[in-house]
């Protein structure tokens, strides 16, 4: 799977969007980027995937460059929920050594305040 | 639709003792996988189960095994404990199916061995 680079924290003020940047500069043709966070004491949370085209669902939206070397979630408005341990995979879709492996990196703390 | 269920929530055991983890996952999920997340290492893959076959290892030794039933529940055993083996033990679900590979994360075991 390919490497990813995460800042290690960032600050968002509670009703604006957090945009949380990913590189993945190294990413395969047939790797897609997913994003998960995990909120204190909690399992990690699901939260969108996309391979090459703009991603949006009911939590987030996910934006991939054209050349799919750099991602950023959005999270359009965000809530003092929000604060959490984000992490962005980039891996096959399943298959292998992939078979129902995440590999999680140390991820961005996001603090929502109020 | 019920989540992923994972009993006990909590566990103290003292060196040298086994246990079991038991982990329910989604209805209709056929994939379960276990993770060790720890300050140190972070979120650490162990293993993932498929139709009761393991199809997937991580780097841990050997006192770590799963199984699954035919119903897809899973458990995971830990022999011999050490203390390095105070984590939290997450187990997720997955559809794996065509356009439905994400995980979905229990809410955890925390095991402290003394």
């Known amino acids: 799977d390919a490497k990813t680079t995460q800042p290690t924290s960032m600050d968002c003020a509670e009703g604006r969007a957090a945009n949380l940047p990913c590189n993945h500069s190294?990413?395969?043709?047939?790797?897609?980027v997913y994003w998960y966070r995990q909120i204190h004491s909690q399992g990690p949370q699901y939260i969108i995937h996309?391979?090459?085209n703009n991603e949006t669902n009911e939590m987030a939206s996910l934006i991939i460059t054209e050349d799919r070397k750099s991602s950023t979630l959005i999270l359009p408005h965000a809530t003092l929920r929000d604060t959490a341990v984000y992490y962005c995979?980039?891996?096959?879709?399943?298959?292998?050594?992939?078979?129902?492996?995440?590999?999680f990196g140390q991820g961005t703390i996001l603090t929502v305040h109020p | 639709k019920a989540g992923v269920t994972q009993t006990p929530r909590y566990l103290i055991k003292t060196r040298g003792q086994q246990v079991t983890l038991s982990c329910s996952p989604i209805?209709?999920?056929?994939?379960v996988s276990w993770y060790q997340q720890t300050p140190g290492q972070g979120l650490q893959f162990l293993f993932e189960?498929?139709?009761?076959?393991?199809?997937n290892k991580g780097n841990f030794p050997g006192r770590f095994s799963g199984r699954q039933f035919s119903n897809s529940r899973s458990e995971m055993n830990v022999s011999t404990l050490e203390l390095g083996d105070s984590a939290l033990y997450l187990c997720?679900?997955?559809?794996?199916?065509?356009?439905?590979?994400?995980?979905?994360f229990g809410p955890g075991t925390r095991l402290t061995v003394t």
């Open positions: 997720a679900s997955s559809p794996q199916r065509a356009g439905s590979y994400e995980q979905y």
């Open positions: 190294t990413i395969s043709g047939n790797e897609y």
């Open positions: 996309g391979l090459k």
């Open positions: 995979i980039v891996r096959v879709k399943t298959g292998g050594t992939s078979y129902g492996k995440l590999t």
């Open positions: 209805s209709g999920h056929r994939s």
């Open positions: 189960y498929f139709s009761e076959t393991q199809r």
